[in-house]
């Protein structure tokens, strides 16, 4: 029988359920390691500002003056470093606050964060706890796009220092096994969004998220960088190894491959050295200048390389105000958590041929220090 995980429900229920074994891991979205978040934070992160020290002056391969070239070097390689001019975090992890600009909207030194850009979370308490308790047979690791299929606690939304708060609510069903069957998202509306249906393989593995409109004239929906139509066959689906890593994703729609992420893993250690995105679309964000992209990753998730593949022969990878090499080149230094506190970017060769074009800095508080 079908137990319908509602707020008020889910406290008394979810002490009754036995789960399998099989089903071990935290299903709750990790806030601080997300691709969707584009957040890859290690240990008890309470703060981070993020920052440029340094930008090449009389940038070499600008197409437009230097401030609108300035401009997009930074919007190229806003995946690499990270959401947010700031962040800061509860001692659960959970997203509290995150701003997008500083006060002179730069990006440049640590200036003051401009509250107006600001964000401000707040959980239900009782369905944070109650949501804590369902589990999946794993959760994959970043920067694996596993989001859809996580569990969301309901919160909520204060933008920009706005009277007006944004309640986000999310639902779940479960079976007799503790497995999710239905996600109901009802954003932030009484009507709901979106009711997804999880699907899973004979390993019991989540292969597949049928996704379906809930609304009469829905906004389109978003996955992997670009956005769809409520087609008929709309979902998500997963693949995975004899690891249960998955090793890839695939968004299909309207008869048609969307988009797809596939992840390649280091033989000997558990991390993804090679994410490969295709999107089909040119409705992709503005650092996806070509359909299909490769991001390599070292030990600790961060890109060390981001590859534009050319659709044909002697492509022009223009940027805005910028032309582009056809990789991108990361170094960073690390402290002790493994986090990095300085990313040197190389735009016009490799690091060992190259002076860095850009130099991020990251200033990063603890809750043990």
């Avoid at 935290?26 to 020290?53: E, F, Q, W």
């Avoid at 340094?54 to 990270?82: C, E, H, K, W």
């Avoid at 899973?200 to 389109?220: A, C, F, G, W």
Wanted: net charge neutral; glycine share 4%.
């Amino acid at each position: 029988m079908l137990k319908e995980i509602k707020y008020i429900l889910l406290l008394l229920m979810l002490g009754q359920i036995t789960y399998s074994q099989v089903f071990a891991e935290d299903a709750m979205l990790n806030y601080k390691r997300s691709s969707a978040y584009i957040n890859n934070y290690h240990g008890p992160i309470k703060s981070v500002y993020r920052y440029y020290t340094y930008v090449i002056d009389s940038i070499p391969f600008a197409t437009s003056s230097s401030i609108n070239a300035r401009n997009s070097i930074m919007l190229q390689n806003r995946i690499a470093l990270g959401s947010g001019f700031y962040n800061h975090f509860d001692e659960d992890g959970r997203l509290k606050e995150s701003v997008r600009m500083d006060i002179d909207k730069s990006y440049f030194g640590k200036s003051d964060p401009n509250y107006k850009t600001s964000s401000i979370y707040n959980y239900d308490e009782g369905d944070w706890k109650a949501k804590n308790k369902l589990k999946l047979k794993k959760q994959q690791m970043y920067p694996v796009n596993d989001y859809d299929f996580l569990v969301k606690p309901n919160h909520n939304l204060q933008y920009g220092g706005s009277p007006d708060i944004l309640y986000y609510k999310y639902d779940y069903t479960i079976d007799d096994n503790g497995r999710i069957l239905k996600e109901i998202n009802y954003g932030t509306s009484d009507v709901a969004f979106t009711e997804t249906e999880y699907l899973y393989d004979d390993n019991n593995n989540i292969k597949r998220l049928n996704i379906r409109t809930k609304q009469t004239d829905p906004i389109p929906f978003h996955f992997l960088d670009t956005e769809s139509g409520f087609c008929p066959d709309l979902h998500i689906a997963y693949e995975y190894d004899n690891k249960d890593r998955m090793t890839q994703v695939t968004y299909y729609g309207c008869k048609d491959t969307l988009a797809f992420e596939k992840y390649v893993y280091h033989p000997n250690k558990e991390y993804v050295t090679q994410r490969t995105r295709y999107i089909k679309s040119s409705m992709r964000g503005v650092e996806h200048v070509t359909p299909t992209m490769i991001f390599y990753h070292n030990e600790n998730g961060d890109i060390i390389e981001k590859k534009f593949v050319r659709s044909y022969p002697k492509q022009y990878l223009g940027a805005r105000y910028i032309a582009l090499r056809e990789s991108i080149y990361y170094k960073y230094e690390y402290d002790k958590y493994n986090n990095w506190v300085k990313c040197y970017i190389y735009m016009e060769g490799r690091p060992e041929e190259s002076k860095p074009t850009a130099i991020a800095q990251r200033d990063l508080e603890y809750y043990d220090s």
